[in-house]
């Protein structure tokens, strides 16, 4: 069977988009301040995120309340962790202890949907604890796309469509494909079954013929 040009340009296009709908969307931290710290001896903090079943990621730098710590990006100990479409993580800030459990700044239900704005950046605030920016410029689309209000929602919205479109037709052509190959490949089988089965009753009818025609005659002769 031929197949198509166009379903090859489908399925390029398809793989294309492949990653960008299962792959997770990498999060950075943009700047931190704190508010406060917990431990009462006389000692800098010792700051870090954490995402449950994840590592910890220390922050190093951040070592005095009410100091903004901006970052690039790029630090050794980025990006902070990553976030999937449609799944929340349990996120928060933590300050290390040296005699009871370690202190909580925050703790959040951390969502790639709450990257609404356009910069890419989620600004995570509690009061007398801490503001803290993250910047996830891929997340955006999914935040607009769960963002009722907004008008340019449409747009993201329209391209999950064209998504889900896109797929449904590689799917039904591949399937569609296969049925006709397999129905073909049935037909040819069945052909040549009944060709094969055809002849053995022509050879079957030699032989009988042989076994009738040639005996009598023998005795005869
Ligand atoms: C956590 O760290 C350990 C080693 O320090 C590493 O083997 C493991 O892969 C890390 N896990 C994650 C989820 O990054
Ligand atoms: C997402 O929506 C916000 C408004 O909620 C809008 O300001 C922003 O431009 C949108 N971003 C994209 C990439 O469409
Ligand atoms: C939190 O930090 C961001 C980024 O530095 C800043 O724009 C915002 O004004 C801060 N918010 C408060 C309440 O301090």
Redesign the pocket.
Known sequence: MMVPRAFILLCLIFLRYLPVLISAATITLDSIEIYKTHEWLPYKPTVYFLCKGENKTTLPDVKEKHVLYTFKGEESWQPLTELPDKKCKRCGFYEQDTIKSDDVFDEWEFCASDF???DGKYIHLKDKELNATFLCPEC??F??AT?H?????N??DGMHWALIVLISAVVSTVFIAGLVTAFKYWQKRKRQQEQARFLKLFEEGDDIEDEFGIGPLDGVV
């Open positions: 609404t704005k356009s955006v689309p935040g607009n963002d209000s907004s008008t340019s929602k747009n993201s």
